[in-house]
């Protein structure tokens, strides 16, 4: 049985497959509208999520699956103080696959110990967000049509953001990725992602503050949100929220064939005027969630 915690739990092969299957979903969507017949998604949510759970919900649905779960977990056992061992153990009686997401850090793993059907997770705390990372892959694939010889702009809070966490992980497995990293003093990417990623794959890698100084070099831009619940303190948020404001003027440099991308939600780091460039890519990028996320549930369930 397999599990889906870290984006290294597949292999670039795999990740090449599910991308294959998700293309091959886009264009025959009738051959898979019963893949899923009889079997049952649970989709766990302990944090706040739009994107993420309802596009698991409608791949299963797509797929011909059924869907039960929660949305909080003040609407579950963990409000009476269920341990999430207990949770995973009494849900895998009622489903065949469960997606996870939870604000501590190493949930889903745990998680995963005591499951008897496999996990996929949708996001823990600070950490990982792999399904964010193979709808980006997807996303880029389908943008640029290659994964390799890319350089990536990864802007906001690189701290907190999973996305990037994750993001960073998977590509520093492709050719000749250069990464851009803009953000705040504060907000930089923690050095266990430095260290253990980056340098470790001799990735070729720039940290700088200023959004615009290598705009003109960089063929994906991915803005993140300011992660305001991972902040201790209040102040802290409201002084660094607006940092990063993404608009037409800060894009005059940038190149003509630029995937400007985010994992949404956006609060203000991308001004609306940007969303009726054809470069803004981060709606589509919400669809093609769907469609790996499709062939991700396929995968796990051993289904061809
Ligand atoms: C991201 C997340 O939850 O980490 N959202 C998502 O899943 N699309 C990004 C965010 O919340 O900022």
Not at 272 to 300: H, N, S
């Amino acid at each position: 049985m397999k599990h889906l915690i870290d984006i290294k739990d597949l292999s670039v092969e795999e990740i090449d497959e599910l991308i294959k299957v998700a293309k091959d979903i886009m264009s025959n969507p009738e051959k898979y509208q019963e893949k899923c017949k009889y079997k049952k998604l649970a989709t766990l949510f302990f944090e706040p999520s739009t994107r993420t759970r309802l596009s698991f919900e409608a791949a299963m649905m797509e797929l011909g699956g059924n869907v039960i779960g929660f949305s909080s977990s003040n609407a579950s056992s963990t409000a009476k103080g269920e341990s999430v061992s207990d949770t995973i153990r009494t849900v895998g009686c009622y489903s065949d696959i469960i997606a996870m997401r939870h604000p501590k850090e190493g949930a889903p793993l745990v998680a995963s110990e005591k499951s008897t059907v496999p996990i996929i997770n949708a996001g823990d705390g600070g950490h990982n967000h792999p399904t964010q990372t193979l709808t980006d892959l997807l996303t880029i694939y389908s943008e640029k049509n290659r994964l390799d010889n890319l350089t990536i702009g990864l802007c906001g809070d690189l701290k907190f953001g999973r996305t990037v966490h994750s993001l960073i992980t998977a590509m520093s497995r492709y050719k000749n990725i250069k990464f851009v990293l803009i953000s705040p003093d504060e907000l930089k990417i923690p050095d266990y992602v430095k260290e253990e990623i980056l340098e470790k794959n001799n990735i070729e890698y720039i940290e700088t503050n200023d959004i615009e100084e290598h705009m003109s070099k960089l063929d994906i831009l991915y803005m993140t949100r300011v992660q305001r619940e991972r902040f201790f303190n209040e102040e802290d948020y409201l002084r660094l929220k607006d940092y990063y404001i993404l608009n037409n003027a800060k894009l005059k440099n940038a190149k003509k064939d630029l995937c400007i991308m985010h994992p949404l939600p956006r609060v203000n780091e991308i001004s609306v005027e940007v969303d009726d460039d054809e470069r803004a890519c981060y709606f589509r990028q919400v669809l093609y969630g769907k469609f790996i996320r499709m062939a991700l549930i396929l995968k796990l369930l051993n289904i061809k």
